[in-house]
């Protein structure tokens, strides 16, 4: 019998773990309602079933496949083996790859984490041109890898396509939280505000795809810019 006590993702309804902030099918960050913890902007995501999860969903999908079927060669370090995503479209490795070292990253494991960020953004980088929603990804991967000027330049990227884009308020955000720059994370939760209704008018996909995310950040600058100063 199914476990109908496991909470399920906001955006798309898959299984997650108690502790998932972060979906891995589709990488929506989920409410800060369902979680006994306060939220975290570094993971913002602005959305992932817990690790022992995705290796038994790997292990099902090796055992599936025939004997002589091609399978990827062991990666080096801690993480093991790259899971064979061979049968997806570019874009939809780089974004498996994403969700995998958001998984990590929600799970505290730094070394999965740093073994398949790397290959992740490699994954997009091999796309070519990158829309908001793929600078997003690479952007949030170098944030919480620590490479904050990386997540400026992508947060750059979107709103030189798109200003005023919720995903690179988000971003810029997050990036001014770690760097322990409240007045400037305080200033962009403001402005997120200013514009949301506005920007989620247009119903960009990427807003859609990232609605959980987006709303759960909307509830944290709301709070934010009540109890700030000039509030």
């Known amino acids: 019998m199914a476990d109908t006590t496991r909470p399920t993702c906001v955006s798309c309804g898959?299984?997650?773990?108690?502790?998932?902030r972060f979906c891995h099918a589709c990488g929506a960050k989920q409410e800060t309602s369902?979680?006994?913890?306060?939220?975290?902007?570094?993971?913002?995501?602005?959305?992932?079933?817990?690790?022992?999860?995705?290796?038994?969903?790997?292990?099902?999908?090796?055992?599936?496949?025939?004997?002589?079927?091609t399978q990827p060669a062991p990666v080096g370090g801690a993480g093991g083996a790259a899971p064979d995503i061979s049968n997806l479209s570019p874009r939809e490795q780089a974004d498996r790859l994403f969700n995998i070292v958001m998984s990590a990253h929600e799970q505290g494991d730094a070394a999965r984490m740093n073994?398949?960020?790397?290959?992740?953004v490699q994954a997009y980088g091999l796309l070519g041109a990158l829309d908001p929603d793929a600078h997003y990804h690479v952007g949030l991967m170098s944030a919480v890898?620590?490479?904050?000027?990386?997540?400026?330049?992508?947060?750059?990227?979107?709103?030189?396509?798109?200003?005023?884009?919720?995903?690179?308020?988000?971003?810029?955000?997050s990036v001014a939280q770690m760097q322990g720059d409240q007045a400037q994370a305080l200033a962009l939760q403001r402005k997120f505000l200013d514009v949301y209704d506005a920007q989620m008018a247009t119903q960009r996909r990427e807003y859609l795809d990232h609605q959980a995310g987006i709303e759960?950040?909307?509830?944290?600058?709301?709070?934010?810019v009540r109890g700030g100063p000039g509030s």
């Open 216 to 224: 759960g950040f909307k509830q944290q600058a709301e709070q934010s």
């Open 145 to 173: 890898s620590g490479n904050q000027d990386e997540a400026r330049a992508r947060a750059d990227s979107i709103e030189a396509a798109v200003p005023n884009h919720l995903l690179a308020l988000m971003l810029r955000s």
């Open 14 to 20: 898959a299984a997650l773990s108690g502790s998932a």
């Open 115 to 120: 073994q398949f960020a790397p290959m992740a």
């Open 34 to 69: 369902q979680r006994s913890f306060p939220p975290v902007l570094i993971g913002l995501v602005t959305l992932a079933v817990v690790m022992v999860v995705a290796v038994v969903a790997y292990s099902v999908g090796r055992s599936s496949q025939p004997a002589a079927a």
